[in-house]
């Protein structure tokens, strides 16, 4: 018995490390890729539609091409916060995500001028399925957009109440990464509409 207690290993093993994630960026990584996948499945059915003939020509207007400009401008500035929030610059980070937040709400209203060029044109959200898909694709990124400036929000409440600084970005990284999807996302559904047009 005294040997087989002396045999015995009482050395404590350390554990393994457990990769862990914010339950915050984890609930908005699965958004994003579960928003990937929605839009995939409506640019496949774009597809498969387009392909069955009876598609209407028209001109997109030139105000999406604008508001693509205003988006991207929109990253820079959300960047430039973050930038700003790891070296405690509180000033600068406000700013940043208060342009941030004013240009998404141009953006929206330039998508919203581009649908009444497109009612100029005379094309509907019912009707042929090529302008129903222009209004789908465009409104569900609206929608998405405002979920954006939601954040934003509450992300330049957290930064006047001096919550975001150099030890505390989480907050703002969730913001900013989700911004940023926004832009990508737009990017890629405005490219497959000006191609497949």
Do not use: C
Not at 50 to 59: D, I, M, Q, S
Not at 102 to 123: E, R, S, T
Not at 172 to 183: G, N, S, V
Request: hydrophobic share 55%.
């Amino acid at each position: 018995m005294k040997e087989e207690l002396e045999s015995i290993d009482y050395t404590l093993e350390e554990p393994d490390e457990t990769l862990s994630m914010n339950p915050k960026k984890f609930i908005m990584w699965l958004f994003i890729v579960s928003s990937v996948m929605f839009f995939a499945a409506f640019t496949s059915a774009y597809l498969v539609r387009r392909a069955e003939g009876n598609w209407l020509e028209y001109t997109i207007p030139a105000v999406f091409s604008y508001s693509t400009a205003v988006l991207l401008f929109s990253s820079l500035t959300i960047h430039l916060a973050y930038l700003a929030a790891k070296k405690d610059r509180f000033g600068l980070m406000r700013t940043a995500i208060s342009i941030t937040f004013v240009a998404g709400v141009i953006f929206l209203y330039m998508q919203f001028q581009g649908w009444v060029q497109l009612v100029d044109q005379k094309v509907f959200f019912v009707g042929n399925p090529a302008g129903s898909f222009m209004y789908i694709f465009t409104l569900f990124h609206g929608l998405h957009l405002i979920v954006g400036l939601i954040i934003l929000l509450f992300a330049l409440k957290a930064a006047f109440q001096l919550s975001i600084h150099a030890k505390s970005l989480n907050q703002l990284e969730i913001a900013a990464t989700y911004w940023h999807f926004l832009d990508v996302l737009w990017l890629y559904l405005f490219a497959f509409l000006i191609y497949f047009h």
